[in-house]
């Protein structure tokens, strides 16, 4: 039988999540929005518009878009396509609750379904959705390869998949002050707005994040036809998209 002592020495653990996990998210979904802009100078908008316009839609599309957070990128998609439906999975429901809080406001809830899940085990069918987005995500996923198995599986034959992932800025001018604004800037301000330490976990997540030429690779281990990354603002995000071939996944 485990003493008391032992029991208050494991009550902390207890309350310890894991990095890049839902509950982390929970913890700062409140001013996950304030810090993107803050922390990205406002330019997380204009990412995600190229996000949208890299998928290349036709009519009334329908869309999965994981991670979806508190529903920017889903907004963004329903903007530049207002016949879309789009499918929101998230693991946080903190952060679905902004979205969907969001999406009502805008009178969009019969163009949203948002969910609680995660990208290595998606409840859609076989060649469902017509497009894949998923951004500032695909780094919390402990399995990656999975997870783009499982979008290459729901995507149609044809269909875009959409990576938008941070990265590591390049450039011999700029390059070192952006590099300084992630790796020092970035973590500091948002644990200090967020009154979080979970944003240190930034910085460490980019810097082990794969770089392009290995993400195009798993891309292509799973049944996907990767295209050429798009670097934006100095490679400090970088788009991946992908198209799903005709044979299975």
């Known amino acids: 039988m485990r003493s008391s002592g032992d029991a208050r020495a494991a009550a902390p653990a207890a309350r310890e999540v894991a990095p890049g996990s839902g509950a982390m998210f929970d913890r700062i979904a409140r001013r996950y929005d304030l810090l ?22 036709g009519a009334a599309p329908r869309v999965l878009d994981l ?7 889903a907004l963004a998609i329903l903007r530049r396509h207002p016949d879309a439906t789009v499918v929101g999975i998230d693991p946080s429901a903190a952060m679905l609750a902004i979205a969907r809080d969001k999406i009502a406001r805008r009178g969009l809830a019969r163009s949203v379904e948002l969910q609680v899940g995660i990208a290595e085990q998606l409840p859609l069918a076989d060649a469902s959705v017509d497009a894949v987005t998923i951004a500032f995500g695909l780094r919390n996923v402990p399995d990656r390869e999975r997870a783009l198995r499982e979008m290459a599986r729901v995507t149609r034959p ?16 700029l390059g070192p002050l952006a590099r300084f604004h992630i790796h020092r800037v970035v973590p500091r301000l948002g644990a200090l707005l967020s009154g979080a330490r979970e944003y ?50």
């Open 67 to 73: 991670a979806t957070g508190t529903g920017d990128l």
């Open 158 to 173: 044809g269909g875009r998949v959409a990576v938008l992932e941070l990265g590591e800025p390049r450039g011999r001018v």
């Open 36 to 57: 993107n802009r803050v922390l990205s100078l406002g330019l997380d908008r204009a990412w995600r518009r190229r996000t949208a316009a890299a998928l290349e839609l």
């Open 200 to 249: 240190r976990y930034l910085e460490r997540s980019i810097a082990a994040f794969p770089p392009p030429e290995e993400v195009a690779a798993m891309m292509v281990r799973a049944g996907l036809e990767p295209r050429r990354p798009r670097r934006l603002t100095l490679g400090a995000c970088n788009l991946f998209v992908a198209v799903r071939g005709g044979g299975p996944c």
